[in-house]
């Protein structure tokens, strides 16, 4: 199960809404072994495409490196689908190389890219260990420890 602040929940859709017709593509850090995604760093999607996302490979050396030198960990990878649902395409499973990782997908589908737009938002959250892909639930808290959560 993902256990996740309504803060980095809304930092997520609103940074995957102002990217579209892009995908959105970022990382939620936590201190390493936690499990606990703490700081959302919103990541520039290389690639530019609606069907697409690939980290800038100098942006995630240095976040690498920081995550490195802080005890720190990418708990949730996260990116937007601009017109098809949020699961996996085959090829976020292909380069999906964080086994520990909750890798998280919002749909901007559907009028969800306003900023006004205030339906219901697909945001899912999947394993994604050896080409496997498993579905998890997602638990957005107000903040951790209020209501027992890390």
Same mark, same amino acid.
């Given at each position: $199960? ?45 690639? $530019? ?17 920081? $995550? ?7 708990? %949730? ?43 219901? %938002? ?10 496997? %892909?498993?579905?998890?639930? %997602? ?12």
């Amino acid at each position: $199960m993902l256990i996740i602040e309504q803060a980095a929940y809304d930092a997520i859709v609103a940074h995957a809404r102002r990217d579209h017709p892009d995908e959105a593509c970022g990382v939620v850090i936590g201190p390493e072994g936690s499990d606990r995604p703490e700081r959302v760093v919103p990541m520039l999607n290389a690639a $530019m495409s609606p069907t697409f996302y690939e980290f800038d490979q100098d942006d995630w050396k240095k976040l690498y490196d920081e $995550m490195w030198d802080n005890d720190e960990e990418a708990v %949730v990878v996260y990116h937007s689908h601009t017109a098809t649902e949020a699961y996996p395409s085959r090829t976020d499973v292909a380069i999906a190389q964080l086994p520990t990782a909750h890798y998280v997908l919002v749909s901007t589908r559907d009028g969800a890219d306003s900023l006004t737009y205030d339906g219901p %938002v697909e945001f899912r959250s999947f394993r994604i260990v050896g080409g496997t %892909v498993t579905e998890e639930e %997602v638990k957005v808290v107000t903040a951790y420890g209020e209501t027992g959560e890390n």
